[in-house]
C-alpha cells in the first residue's frame, strides 16, 4: 500500500485544517486505514479511523465532536478534516493503512497500527494559542 498525505500547516486556535491521504496498493477488497499523530516528545497515536463497508469511523475521546474523517472513493483518498483545533493538537500527523477486515478497526486504531507496514509520510499540523 502506498500512501501520500498532506494538508499539514500554521493556525490559530479555534481554526480548521484538512488533511488528506492519497491511498493505492490495495491487495484485499477489505482495509482499514486512518490517521496518526505524533507531538515532540510523545509516542504515536492513533486519531481516526475508518474501513471498507458500512462501519462506524473510530474517533480517540480527545477528537470526538472537532474532527471528521471521510473517504473519497472516486479518487482513493481519505480526509481528515480537524475544526476547533486545539494547542495540543499541534504533531506530525500521518496516514497509514492494512489490508485488514473492517471487524479490526478499532484495534488497529488503537494499538494495531504499530505493526503496520505502510505509512504516508508525515505532515505538520501547528496550533497556536
Known amino acids: 500500500v502506498q500512501l501520500q498525505a498532506s494538508g499539514g500547516g500554521l493556525v490559530q486556535s479555534g481554526g480548521s485544517l484538512r488533511l488528506s491521504c492519497v491511498a493505492s496498493?490495495?491487495?484485499?477488497?477489505?482495509?482499514?486505514i486512518g490517521w496518526f499523530r505524533q507531538a515532540p516528545g510523545k509516542e504515536r497515536e492513533g486519531v481516526s479511523c475508518l474501513s471498507t463497508g458500512d462501519y462506524s469511523p473510530y474517533y480517540r475521546d480527545s477528537v470526538k465532536g472537532r474532527f471528521t474523517i471521510s473517504r473519497d472513493n472516486a479518487k482513493n483518498t481519505v480526509y481528515l478534516q480537524m475544526d476547533n483545533l486545539k494547542p495540543e493538537d499541534t504533531a506530525v500527523y500521518y496516514c497509514s493503512a492494512e489490508d485488514l477486515s473492517p471487524g479490526y478497526l478499532v484495534s488497529w486504531c488503537i494499538n494495531g497500527w504499530k505493526d503496520s507496514p505502510s505509512w504516508g509520510q508525515g505532515t505538520l499540523v501547528t496550533v497556536s494559542s
Open positions: 496498493g490495495f491487495t484485499q477488497d477489505s482495509y482499514v
